[in-house]
């Protein structure tokens, strides 16, 4: 989700450096940033002036002290490695500004957890944006037990000018948007394991019954059933309720390597344009 975020940074107008791993890594979200302005100019919803703009504001690179070094915020987006997460934070400690803000865009990680292992706890916050991020309108915003109010109202102020809306949650696992949105999408899993309907069919009855714009299925897919995994094996161990069990749909899937869209094939086949 980093491309996504570091897209609506820069069309807002904030100087963004894009960090990832590998130079092909950064070519490639880079490359998704401009496909996804190349669309918007298409589609009228920004002029040609604005898309040169925000490209031109966005320094892919692989440095991470060079990218945080001048931050007034640093927003990460690796997988959901608790470990891997924290290991960033330590870096992020050791080069970022101290007043620089810290944000984890986790979707169900505890903030706090993560606020230990760093030297600087107040400072650190959860930023859960939604995918796709230039599109969805949510972003959750976390406060960990540490997280000052001084750096809750400069999250919330940076959220509202890339044009978003904030809702504000204390930490708990799967705060409250994983904690409803997975416990769906696993039912709806276990439903299609029932054999009780389509996948399509079940995403149709959301979408129509109940407005939702994309049905759960769909989402699991955009999102990685190797993601949803890993935050359905995280909430059922840390709120031990047996509807966070994950069904043996998706472990099966996950091990088959579908994993969704960025496999080709999840719920749905995404070659054929589900």
């Known amino acids: 989700m980093g491309h996504g975020i570091a897209q609506v940074?820069?069309?807002a107008g904030y100087t963004v450096a894009l960090i990832d791993t590998g130079e092909d890594r950064v070519a490639a979200g880079l490359a998704r940033i401009r496909e996804n302005l190349d669309g918007a100019v298409q589609r009228g919803k920004i002029t040609t002036e604005a898309r040169e703009g925000a490209l031109a504001r966005i320094e892919p690179t692989i440095d991470l002290a060079a990218g945080v070094r001048e931050a007034v915020l640093v927003i990460e987006a690796v997988p959901e490695r608790i470990a891997l997460k924290q290991a960033v934070f330590q870096q992020?400690?050791?080069?970022?500004?101290?007043?620089?803000?810290?944000?984890?865009?986790?979707?169900?990680?505890?903030?706090?957890?993560?606020?230990r292992g760093t030297a600087h706890g107040a400072r650190v916050l959860g930023l859960h944006f939604f995918n796709p991020v230039h599109i969805n309108r949510l972003v959750e915003v976390i406060r960990g037990r540490d997280t000052s109010e001084h750096v809750l109202e400069r999250a919330l102020a940076f959220v509202r000018r890339i044009e978003k809306e904030p809702v504000v949650v204390n930490d708990s696992p799967g705060f409250a948007t994983s904690r409803l949105g997975v416990l769906l999408g696993l039912e709806a899993m276990r439903m299609v394991e029932e054999g009780v309907a389509s996948a399509h069919d079940i995403d149709r009855a959301m979408e129509l019954g109940y407005r939702h714009p994309m049905g759960p299925l769909k989402l699991t897919d955009l999102v990685g059933l190797d993601v949803r995994l890993d935050i359905a094996m995280y909430l059922h161990e840390k709120l031990g309720?047996?509807?966070?069990?994950?069904?043996a749909i998706l472990r099966d899937m996950v091990a088959a390597g579908k994993l969704g869209r960025k496999?080709?094939?999840?719920?749905y086949r995404w070659d054929d344009d589900a």
């Open 9 to 11: 940074a820069a069309v």
């Open 241 to 247: 309720t047996d509807q966070f069990q994950p069904p």
């Open 92 to 115: 992020v400690d050791a080069y970022a500004s101290d007043e620089a803000v810290v944000a984890t865009n986790t979707s169900s990680l505890s903030v706090t957890d993560l606020q």
């Open 263 to 267: 496999s080709g094939e999840g719920f």
